[in-house]
């Protein structure tokens, strides 16, 4: 609970500041988004495939056909609910019940990438490449709380312009060896102004 008011308070925070750096003419967009996000579950059933993205995107105020953005996402994925495992005592090395309690997993992400953009008559194509670093602020037992990785994106941007509706869909893919989950595939709609 407190982790998803702090995610709106820090997403209205973004939108409160990039509205008032627009309207001092700064060059910067905001723009704000969620959606449904998929997760590698692999050969464990633990995780459910699905989950949550919420996302925020800073970027540069340029028609050119290359351009900076970062990225801002918190991607939550629960536990499978269709497992059902008693509690374990710590010091019983025989149980098998859920290493991810009843939490599941969340990851906060930055993802600084660079923009290609592609202009249409009425829409246009945003193709995103970059790095990550993601934390993940709950996991399994064992698993390390940081990963890099690549970042891989495409978004349908609803006007020429710089503001409209953004559909988008990405590709996060971490490095953490056989820890899971190695990746996310958000699709997500937002808006962008």
């Given at each position: 609970?407190?982790?998803?008011?702090?995610?709106?308070?820090?997403?209205l925070g973004?939108?409160?500041?990039?509205?008032?750096?627009?309207?001092?003419?700064?060059?910067?967009?905001?723009?704000i988004g969620?959606?449904?996000?998929?997760?590698?579950?692999?050969?464990?059933?633990?995780?459910?495939?699905?989950?949550?993205?919420?996302?925020?995107?800073?970027?540069?105020?340029?028609?050119?056909?290359?351009?900076?953005?970062?990225?801002?996402?918190?991607?939550?994925?629960p536990v499978?609910?269709?497992?059902?495992?008693?509690?374990?005592?710590?010091?019983?090395?025989?149980?098998?019940?859920?290493?991810?309690?009843?939490?599941?997993?969340?990851?906060?992400?930055?993802?600084?990438?660079?923009?290609?953009?592609?202009?249409?008559?009425?829409?246009?194509?945003?193709?995103?490449?970059?790095?990550?670093?993601?934390?993940?602020?709950?996991?399994?037992?064992?698993?390390?709380?940081?990963?890099?990785?690549?970042?891989?994106?495409?978004?349908?941007?609803?006007?020429?312009?710089?503001?409209?509706?953004?559909?988008?869909?990405?590709?996060?893919?971490?490095?953490?060896?056989?820890?899971?989950?190695?990746?996310?595939?958000?699709?997500?709609?937002?808006?962008?102004?």
């Amino acid at each position: 609970m407190r982790r998803s008011a702090l995610a709106i308070v820090l997403t209205l925070g973004l939108v409160g500041a990039g509205r008032r750096a627009h309207a001092q003419g700064a060059a910067i967009h905001v723009a704000i988004g969620a959606g449904k996000s998929f997760a590698d579950r692999g050969a464990s059933d633990e995780l459910s495939g699905s989950g949550l993205a919420i996302y925020g995107r800073i970027s540069g105020r340029s028609a050119r056909a290359f351009s900076a953005v970062a990225d801002f996402w918190m991607i939550s994925v629960p536990v499978n609910g269709d497992i059902v495992t008693g509690p374990c005592r710590p010091a019983d090395p025989s149980c098998v019940g859920g290493s991810l309690g009843n939490q599941g997993t969340r990851a906060l992400v930055l993802a600084p990438a660079v923009v290609a953009r592609e202009g249409y008559e009425k829409v246009s194509l945003l193709y995103r490449l970059g790095p990550t670093t993601t934390w993940f602020t709950s996991r399994s037992a064992g698993s390390p709380p940081l990963a890099l990785g690549l970042q891989a994106g495409l978004s349908i941007l609803t006007t020429r312009g710089q503001r409209g509706v953004l559909v988008s869909i990405d590709y996060l893919r971490m490095f953490r060896g056989s820890a899971r989950p190695r990746w996310f595939v958000p699709i997500t709609v937002g808006l962008q102004f």
